[in-house]
């Protein structure tokens, strides 16, 4: 870039484009508090936030020690750097082109997509078969506009000639990468979109990133999306999420359309994926956003099949997951229709839990009134119980172990103490994650979590090796359980500690608890280092999400006060954060 001065334009239009809620969130915790995100300042030492971002002002101010203004003045304080060179970042991150036509190849990704959408949106003043298609599936001139809806003509080069027209030309090469057009053997490109309705797909920052397609007609595909591009990447895309992301509830539907006919019947805040399967993405996306998931697919096999691959994917997450299957078939749309949106509602509002889904949906596969399909039933529920490590229950949205037993003993005619032990026998001992959501942390798992602490605490003192990649791994905050925090003070001073001088010195539980460590040889004394980290790892992973859990459920507590609540919020992101790093190393 030439040096000189940047016009002020140039610096609106960044500022502009510029997520301040990202920008910070990269170095703070934030958490959404109704318009606004606060945390802790990054500026001056505190306990609790006095800093806030207010997204529509694209603002941060810290009412603790004054700090204050937009994403430029954030970055410079915080990273010690000079406004051209900021504005400069900026600049690329955002696309904004701070001297002639941006002719990088991102930069002109962006503008493809925003003429294909304004000649899609104005295409579709010409079509009366594709206005009357989206009238036919009860969508509103409103909606038709509030989504910028479209229709791409069945024409191989209508695009491309608008493209011509309105930008020059541009290397075919980029035009593939935008996923805007095919080409056939021969290398000859053509417009990808012909004769569909055109639903445009937006970033978070509300710009057109790829589109999806449905026919008019029976032709195949029916849905037709644009491919991984630069600009795109379906697994980590959710439709709808830039206007859903205000809401702390969120609906996860099948596609775009039951997102429109959920909106326009007083949904606002839905999301579908686009032509994937859900992935960690997704549901990683949803846990900075949401507090609670409604999965709401279609009320069919396929739709039953896809919730229970999607609940899978919820397992680490801290998300509260319910999970709902409409009857007879009907996807959300032919339900609105047929039922009204306060019959839905309704529904959405005594969604079952995931664990209680999964229990239903194995009840329906299998009839209980022929035998055969009875025992199919009941073994299928008792396998997955007695690998199950914990259930989940966050407050009232769950079902806490008693109901549980209570629920299959009452479907299966069977006593309640002959359930208990032959599906939750395992479940006292050996306790790790759960499918889903909703896990009730029980003072039996934070034992067997203390119990593998101090395994790994009396380890660490063997030798200097084990005990730094001890401290590497764990802080203070990680120590869980009186024993556990005794012991971890032993650790830290004593350079010769050893087994049998904690087992004098240790208070009454300690002892015992070490005591029976070594005489059920719990210490494995030859474990490799490498086996050590690995070890470790996986218990701070389990730590960190029995924290989490616990966290949401005294989240959950309606008599919560506002600033504990804001604490608890904040702590929650942070514990998050920390564990998807985790889980990515
Ligand atoms: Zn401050």
Sequence with gaps: MRQGRIPQEKIDEILEMVDIVEIVGAHVVLKKAGGSYTGLCPFHDEKTPS???????????????????????????LENKGFPQVVRELADRTGVVLDG???????????????AARFFERKLAHSEEAQQYLKSRGLSERMIKAYNLGYAPDSWDGLLNEIKKEIGFVEPEVLEKSGLVSSNERGKIYDRFRDRVIFPIHDLHQRVIAFGGRVLTDAKPKYLNSPDTPLFDKGAVLYNLERAKVSKEVLVVEGYMDVLSLNSNGYPNAVAPLGTGFTHNHVSLLEKYFEKVVLLFD?????????LRALERFIDSSLVVRALRLPDGLDPQDY????????????????????????DDVLRRYPLDERRTKKQAYVTLRDFFQNLNQVLLVGDDGMNEPELIHYLSTAFAVEESIIRKEFFLNYQGNRAA???????????????????LL??????????????EFFQCFSRHHIQGSCAKELLGFLEDGEEANLDQWLHDAGEELQEALSS??????IEQNKSLDDYKVEMK???????????????????????????RNHLEVERMRVISERNELLSS
């Design 101 to 115: 036509l941006d002719r990088t190849e991102i930069g002109l990704l962006y503008k493809l997509h925003e003429v």
């Design 299 to 307: 009320g069919d096999e396929a739709g039953s099949r896809a919730t």
């Design 455 to 468: 395994e790994v605490m009396v380890l660490a003192a063997r030798s200097k090796d084990y005990r730094s």
């Design 434 to 452: 759960l499918p889903g959501v909703g896990v009730l942390k029980s003072s039996n798992e934070m034992d067997a979590l203390e119990a593998k």
């Design 538 to 564: 996986e218990l701070k992973i389990k730590i960190l999400q029995s924290v989490l859990l616990s966290i949401t459920k005294d989240l959950s507590n309606p008599a919560l006060e506002a600033e504990q």
């Design 517 to 522: 460590l070594s005489w059920g040889d719990k």
């Design 336 to 359: 609105l229709e047929q039922f009204g949106a306060s019959s839905l509602r309704e529904l959405v509002e005594n969604a079952p839990v995931a664990i209680r889904f999964f229990c």
């Design 51 to 77: 800093f806030h971002v207010s997204p529509q002002k694209r603002i941060f101010k810290c009412f603790g020690c004054g700090v204050g203004g937009n994403a430029i003045r954030f970055k410079m304080r």
